[in-house]
C-alpha cells in the first residue's frame, strides 16, 4: 500500500505565496509520475501539474504556468508545489496523487491519492 499526506495550506492573500508538500510512504511506493490536482466547490477535480518520478520532467497546466512549480525528491519521497502570484480563482482543495504514466492529466491515471489540503485565496 502506499500512503500520501499533504501539508502546506492554508489562507493567503491574493499576490501571495504558498507551498505544498506531499510525502510518501509505503513499501510499494514506485511510481511513474505525481502529480497535483485540485478541486473547488461544486466543480471537477482538475490536474495542476505533474513530474516524472525518475527523470524530473515536469509539466503544468496552462492556468498556473509561470506561477506554480512542482518538484520532487526521490529520497525523501516527497513532491512540492511552489504557488506564486496567488488568484482567488486559486482556492481549491489541494490533492497529490501517484500516477500511472508520465504526462497522466486525468484522475482515473492516478492510482493512489491523499486526502487533500485546503488552499484559500482572498482577495
Known amino acids: 500500500q502506499v500512503q500520501l499526506v499533504e501539508s502546506g495550506g492554508g489562507l493567503v492573500q491574493a499576490g501571495g505565496s504558498l507551498r505544498l508538500s506531499c510525502t510518501a510512504s509505503?513499501?510499494?511506493?514506485?511510481?511513474?509520475?505525481m502529480g497535483w490536482f485540485r478541486q473547488a466547490p461544486g466543480k471537477e477535480r482538475e490536474f495542476v501539474a505533474g513530474?516524472?518520478?525518475?527523470?524530473?520532467?515536469?509539466y503544468y497546466t496552462d492556468f498556473v504556468k509561470g506561477r506554480f512549480t512542482i518538484s520532487r525528491d526521490n529520497a525523501k519521497k516527497t513532491v512540492d508545489l511552489q504557488m506564486n502570484s496567488l488568484k482567488p480563482e486559486d482556492t481549491a482543495v489541494y490533492y497529490c496523487?501517484?500516477?500511472?504514466?508520465?504526462?497522466?492529466?486525468?484522475?482515473?491515471?492516478?492510482?493512489?491519492w491523499g486526502q487533500g489540503t485546503q488552499v484559500t485565496v482572498s482577495s
Open positions: 513530474v516524472s518520478w525518475i527523470g524530473g520532467t515536469t
Open positions: 509505503g513499501r510499494t511506493f514506485s511510481p511513474y509520475v
Open positions: 496523487a501517484s500516477g500511472l504514466r508520465i504526462g497522466a492529466r486525468l484522475p482515473s491515471q492516478y492510482d493512489y
